[in-house]
């Protein structure tokens, strides 16, 4: 029994002209305690929506989500997401946004052990001088480091991340990054992320799990990712296993894309069929 | 430059406002006749106006009687009725607001009846105010109320209903009590929406106070403004109707302030 098990989940939506719409059907992905899994696919195949799945944040059209041998289907405090819009309420600083969150997670604690446990994770992502700002006299990166704050002070059984460096500009990408991992190596905590970007896959996780396009996407396959840790960007990007599974990674969505005219590679198994025999070319 | 072109734009207004004023003088004052013999032919002129003004100012609080109380006491009247009506009514409408915007179906199954009720002048009312509650000064604090109900009502389930769903996801994962939900993240999210709401009625809740003294009389600005009509004593009324207008911008000034406070940058 794994610590996470998303169980043959499926989501539908009813569109408004009253046609059902599957957006991916019978996810089956486990995740183990301290796991980093990263999912990456086409804008379309669901893997925000089953990220909220995940955190109660949206409910499963069928199946369901097993955390630490219960199942779940509400929100709670053992799943933190960190959001692609970072999600801080803009009307407190950046002290009050974490603060909200330390009282809601250790409500017996007394104020003094509150302060020192927000000023210490205000610390840990380098805002100690930007504490009482508002959100909104902030950067993208800066707003994001209080999102990752925020959850990590949480202490959650699992971390969701959705899309979290996507609106952060190049330059600052990586620093977060680095400041994600190491926050991660500090904490082992069990993570769940949702990309497009194929590098940040391969740098962060350890495992990471292939969706096909929607609608009816389903999870292809699973592509381990064995570099040992800590990982060093520079390092990792010039081993030879690296362009190997960026490269693998790459084909298959370009060979599930509807876009690209690849054959009839356009429904799930077949994109899993074509995602095998590149497998076995490289 | 852009400051400095902005102090003098402002400049320029202020000046602009202060000759528009000197011009209304001197025309109300040239269009009046002057008292024959003591006694006021047509409208009173600004100097008489100013006269009894400062009359009336110097010694707002005397109270000779029920038909002869100073300004500053009927002026009292009248802002102790509105605060208690608009009070009242805030609470009810921002309670009831946050729950129809949170509930689309309370929302649409309340929405006709608040359709219908909001058109109403709220003096329309008084008959049946003063037939249920037999106190005047309690049926014109109930006028203020319902004048003041359905902006906020209104007001306070637009904004609420417009929360941002991240706002309310992080309100979820969080596990706030409902308590800590409305206090931390639905009233402060929606705060702007509401306070536009009090603005409004507290400006429509003033006008209504006026006309319902002077149904109720008594005591208050409206019944002051009635009764030295009754009397005859136009200086007073206009007075009086000027004293409303500047008191009207005081309260507008006040949640003007407060809707600074409460904004928010996303």
């Not at chain 1, 996810?27 to 990263?38: P, S």
């Not at chain 2, 609420?160 to 991240?166: E, L, N, Q, S, W």
Request: hydrophobic share 50%; proline share 4%.
């Amino acid at each position: 029994m794994s610590f996470l098990e998303v169980e043959n989940v499926s989501k539908v939506f009813l569109e408004p002209n009253g046609q059902s719409l599957c957006v991916f059907k019978t996810v089956r992905l486990h995740i183990e305690k301290g796991q980093f899994v990263t999912m990456v696919g086409h804008s379309g195949c669901g893997k925000s929506t089953l990220l909220n799945i995940i955190a109660g944040l949206e409910t499963a059209s069928a199946g369901a989500i097993i955390l630490d041998g219960k199942e779940t289907d509400t929100a709670g405090l053992d799943r933190m997401v960190v959001f692609q819009n970072f999600s801080l309420l803009p009307w407190m600083s950046v002290y009050e946004n974490i603060r909200l969150a330390v009282r809601a997670a250790y409500p017996q604690w007394d104020r003094g052990k509150v302060h020192d446990y927000v000023q210490r994770y205000v610390h840990m992502v380098g805002l100690s001088e930007s504490e009482h700002k508002k959100p909104a006299a902030l950067s993208g990166g800066m707003r994001q480091r209080v999102g990752l704050a925020r959850a990590f002070a949480v202490q959650p059984k699992v971390l969701l991340l959705d899309e979290p460096f996507a609106q952060i500009d190049a330059l600052t990408r990586g620093a977060i990054q680095d400041e994600l991992m190491r926050m991660w190596t500090a904490t082992k905590n069990t993570v769940f992320m949702v990309t497009h970007d194929v590098e940040e896959a391969i740098l962060l996780s350890d495992k990471i799990a292939l969706m096909t396009s929607g609608p009816e996407a389903e999870l292809a396959e699973i592509v381990d990712v064995k570099f040992p840790r800590p990982r060093l960007r520079e390092e990792i990007t010039e081993l030879a296993e690296y362009a190997r599974i960026k490269k693998y990674i790459i084909q298959f969505l370009k060979n599930c894309s509807r876009e690209m005219p690849a054959g009839d590679a356009t429904t799930g198994l077949d994109a899993v069929a074509v995602g095998q025999q590149l497998a076995a070319e490289v | 430059m852009d400051q400095l072109a902005a102090i003098s734009e402002r400049k320029k207004a202020i000046l602009s406002s202060l000759a528009l004023l000197a011009i209304l003088l001197a025309v109300w004052q040239l269009t009046t006749k002057p008292p024959i013999q003591g006694k006021a032919e047509g409208l009173p002129g600004p100097v008489a106006v100013a006269a009894r003004a400062w009359e009336m100012i110097s010694d707002p609080f005397y109270d000779r009687g029920p038909n002869d109380k100073g300004i500053g006491i009927q002026l009292g009247y009248s802002i102790g009725r509105l605060l208690v009506g608009y009070t009242a009514a805030a609470f009810v409408a921002i309670c009831l607001g946050v729950m129809l915007g949170l509930s689309p179906t309370f929302y649409r199954a309340l929405n006709p009846y608040i359709q219908i009720l909001k058109p109403i002048s709220p003096l329309a009312w008084m008959p049946l105010f003063l037939y249920t509650i037999k106190d005047s000064s309690r049926s014109a604090m109930m006028v203020i109320f319902m004048s003041s109900l359905w902006p906020i009502l209104a007001n306070t389930a637009f904004g609420v209903a417009g929360i941002k769903r991240d706002y309310l996801n992080v309100s979820a994962l969080l596990q706030l009590s409902w308590f800590k939900r409305l206090w931390k993240v639905i009233l402060p999210a929606a705060a702007p929406a509401i306070v536009a709401g009090l603005r409004i009625s507290i400006g429509s809740a003033w006008v209504a106070i006026v006309a319902a003294e002077m149904l109720i009389g008594g005591t208050g600005i409206g019944y002051f403004v009635w009764n030295e009509w009754n009397n005859l004593q136009l200086t007073s009324v206009i007075f009086a109707i000027l004293l409303t207008g500047f008191v009207g911008v005081v309260l507008d000034m006040g949640f003007g302030s407060l809707a600074k406070v409460l904004a928010y940058k996303e």
